[in-house]
T-cell receptor, first 109, second 115 residues
Framework: SQQGEEDPQALSIQEGENATMNCSYKTSINNLQWYRQNSGRGLVHLILIRSNEREKHSGRLRVTLDTSKKSSSLLITASRAADTASYFCATVGANNLFFGTGTRLTVIP | DTGVSQDPRHKITKRGQNVTFRCDPISEHNRLYWYRQTLGQGPEFLTYFQNEAQLEKSRLLSDRFSAERPKGSFSTLEIQRTEQGDSAMYLC?????????????FGPGTRLTVL
């Protein structure tokens, strides 16, 4: 079964706006990761945040983690049309990743 | 290009036929994973290898599915007697101990359509 659940399922914004998507998970974690998937393609690792971290930045990406609420958020600032993709959070099992259902982001030029 | 590659990218087959997919991981990565992704869902773990040893299999991996990694390099995933429910994207990923195996690098996937 999949451990993470993203919210919203779909998000449509204008280019230049910020996009925020949320992830909730069920069990204790060592780290949480975010991946991007362009339509019909493989996944690309974006960022990893460890359980003892509360916030992490990478370029236009900002990830937060609240282990007490078992939730994480991904913020993409100053969005671009090329950011159009599905975004998944993933928690680490013993030897594999558990993915959520994803947020489909559409950035309108 | 030193990324993960998968072949074929697309496969259309008739129900009941056998299919085999290949994955070539990043060369220095000793772990290799197979995932299945259906439309509108996130990837679901099927199995993984450390070197040539298959160390874990998901309950999703029915008896019709078999995976191998004979020399600890490339891997194959075979589905026997395909069913329409097998239609999905099959993703391969690899990882290395240097990152604690945390970051997985994914291939472009093989999209299977069973008619």
């Amino acid at each position: 079964s999949q451990q993470g659940e993203e919210d919203p399922q779909a998000l449509s914004i204008q280019e230049g706006e910020n996009a925020t998507m949320n992830c909730s998970y069920k069990t204790s974690i060592n780290n949480l990761q975010w991946y991007r998937q362009n339509s019909g393609r493989g996944l690309v690792h974006l960022i990893l945040i460890r359980s003892n971290e509360r916030e992490k930045h990478s370029g236009r990406l900002r990830v937060t983690l609240d282990t007490s609420k078992k939730s994480s958020s991904l913020l993409i600032t100053a969005s671009r049309a090329a950011d159009t993709a599905s975004y998944f959070c993933a928690t680490v099992g013993a030897n594999n990743l558990f993915f959520g259902t994803g947020t489909r982001l559409t950035v309108i030029p | 290009d030193t990324g993960v590659s998968q072949d074929p990218r697309h496969k259309i087959t008739k129900r009941g036929q056998n299919v085999t997919f290949r994955c070539d991981p990043i060369s220095e990565h000793n772990r290799l994973y197979w995932y299945r992704q259906t439309l509108g869902q996130g990837p679901e773990f099927l199995t993984y290898f450390q070197n040539e040893a298959q160390l874990e299999k998901s309950r999703l991996l029915s008896d019709r599915f078999s995976a191998e990694r004979p020399k600890g390099s490339f891997s194959t995933l075979e589905i026997q007697r395909t069913e329409q429910g097998d239609s999905a994207m099959y993703l391969c990923a690899s990882s290395q101990p240097g990152t604690g195996y945390n970051e997985q690098f994914f291939g472009p996937g093989t999209r299977l359509t069973v008619l």
